[in-house]
């Protein structure tokens, strides 16, 4: 996995779950691999909305800012074009991957190393999104050591 050059972080409505897991990605990796590109989409995303706020509050209070990320749909050329695709859950992972069938082996999930899926936290309290994040950062440090 050395040629990697662009991930993508894939959830649903890309407002709670991959805005976060763009941010702190993008942040662990800027010291190490400063050339590489980390975004976010959705599978069925509520295109040009902002992050959810509680979502942009952990971000926040982690020095991170997502104030300006708007949701977007996912799209054939995003697919074709990343190195890696990280997914919320199987399900996800699946839908990916049948839509664009080429896509297969470069799509995982991001909790894959620790054989977990990353619960929506859409609608839900801070807790939600609280137990949301700290699973998205052990993905992350699962991947972290492998990228």
């Known amino acids: 996995m050395d040629m990697l050059n662009r991930i993508l972080v894939v959830c649903i409505g890309n407002i709670c779950r991959s805005p976060m897991a763009e941010s702190l990605l993008a942040q662990r990796l800027s010291g190490r691999k400063p050339d590489i590109w980390v975004g976010s989409a959705g599978l069925a995303a509520l295109v040009g909305r902002p992050a959810d706020p509680i979502a942009q509050t952990l971000m926040q209070e982690r020095g991170l800012a997502i104030t300006n990320h708007r949701a977007r749909q996912i799209m054939r050329h995003d697919i074709l074009s990343s190195d890696l695709i990280l997914a919320m859950d199987s399900e996800q992972q699946r839908l990916i991957e049948s839509s664009v ?4 082996g470069k799509v995982h999930r991001l909790g894959k ?4 899926d990353i619960p929506d936290p859409y609608g839900e309290p801070r807790p939600a999104f609280e137990w949301s994040l700290s699973l998205i950062e052990e993905g992350i440090k699962g991947w972290e050591s492998r990228l």
């Open 101 to 104: 069938p080429v896509a297969r």
């Open 113 to 116: 190393w620790g054989d977990f």
